[in-house]
T-cell receptor
Framework: AQKITQTQPGMFVQEKEAVTLDCTYD???????LFWYKQPSSGEMIFLIY????DQQNATEGRYSLNFQKARKSANLVISASQLGDSAMYFC???????WGYGNKLVFGAGTILRVKS | ETGVTQSPTHLIKTRGQQVTLRCSSQ?????VSWYQQALGQGPQFIFQ???????GRGNFPPRFSGLQFPNYSSELNVNALELDDSALYLC??????????????FGPGTRLTVL
């Protein structure tokens, strides 16, 4: 079974509007971390936001917020006031197990391409 | 910028050859992870190094090997290259220290083409 599912292959959003990118995950480990990364056409993965499984509040970083619904196993990324520079591929990723665990690898979803229209 | 650097940027090899990719981690980080990203897919975990020891490995054959040096920089070696090894290879560094978050910061990647 896929650990991370991103059901939207591509999304369009009008400049200055908000957009939500979906991510669902599957794990039986009570301790895990969820990450969102942005990958422009240049290829570099840019860290956006992190949510720990025990965090009580949804994470926010500037225009990025993470809508964490633990019971539904979803971790959607919300980008407010979209800008042309937000056009990129967005990946949701999960670390299973605690930070200090063995081999804290990231498992990535297939990604969502976001295009911001002017 | 993350402070993670990778070299070379691009590389073209032929089947059967060997390749070494290099990564310098961000200052203060003690862990380096390597990922392979095929075109149109998400990155796949190859392995991770923590304090110069392999600290986890993904589903990759033994011809993928690595090293981490005392300054925490790292190398990824691939022997007997196959066409399917053509991909973007991403290095990520992180600080694993107790219960702190272990956010992985990625370098710009090395694009490997195998002909």
């Amino acid at each position: 079974a896929q650990k991370i599912t991103q059901t939207q292959p591509g999304m369009f959003v009008q400049e200055k509007e908000a957009v939500t990118l979906d991510c669902t995950y599957d794990t039986s480990d009570p301790s895990y971390g969820l990450f969102w990364y942005k990958q422009p056409s240049s290829g570099e993965m840019i860290f956006l936001i992190y949510q720990g499984s025990y965090d009580q509040q949804n994470a926010t970083e500037g225009r990025y917020s993470l809508n964490f619904q633990k019971a539904r196993k979803s971790a959607n990324l919300v980008i407010s006031a979209s800008q042309l520079g937000d056009s990129a591929m967005y990946f949701c990723a999960m670390r299973e197990g605690p930070v200090w665990g063995y081999g804290n690898k990231l498992v990535f979803g297939a990604g969502t391409i976001l295009r911001v229209k002017s | 910028e993350t402070g993670v650097t990778q070299s070379p940027t691009h590389l073209i090899k032929t089947r059967g050859q060997q390749v070494t990719l290099r990564c310098s981690s961000q200052s203060g980080h003690n862990t380096v992870s390597w990922y392979q990203q095929a075109l149109g897919q998400g990155p796949q975990f190859i392995f991770q190094y923590y304090r110069e020891e392999e600290n986890g490995r993904g589903n990759f054959p033994p011809r993928f090997s690595g090293l981490q040096f005392p300054n925490y920089s790292s190398e990824l070696n691939v022997n007997a290259l196959e066409l399917d090894d053509s991909a973007l290879y991403l290095c990520a560094s992180s600080l694993v220290a107790g219960r702190d978050t272990d956010t992985q910061y990625f370098g710009p990647g090395t694009r490997l083409t195998v002909l």
